[in-house]
């Protein structure tokens, strides 16, 4: 929290960007890395199954997404879900 309000603020957002200007840069050093076929939004689904993965419920991830396709999080619910239960099958 100390680093969010030290930060100068010139609106009411956090991170005050413009989401195109992110992507094209994102896009840029993925081209610069030599990195193929990853997108910014990529990054929003990869957290999204993290967060199910460590068990945190559909409500929950919604919640923090703003506004979210449920029929999406459902699904992205049930791999992470597969997910964990086939590594606790391995790790028996």
């Given amino acids: 929290m100390r680093v969010i309000q030290a930060m100068p603020r010139v609106d009411e957002r956090i991170f005050p960007y413009n989401h195109r200007s992110i992507s094209s840069r994102f896009t840029r050093a993925c081209k610069v890395f030599g990195i193929e076929d990853l997108h910014f939004h990529d990054l929003r689904h990869e957290g999204v199954s993290r967060l199910f993965e460590m068990g945190e419920t559909i409500p929950h991830v919604a919640g923090s997404l ?9 699904a992205l619910y049930a791999i992470a879900t597969q997910r964990r239960q086939m590594g606790s099958l391995e790790r028996a």
């Fill in 66 to 74: 703003g506004s979210p396709r449920l029929e999406e999080l459902a």
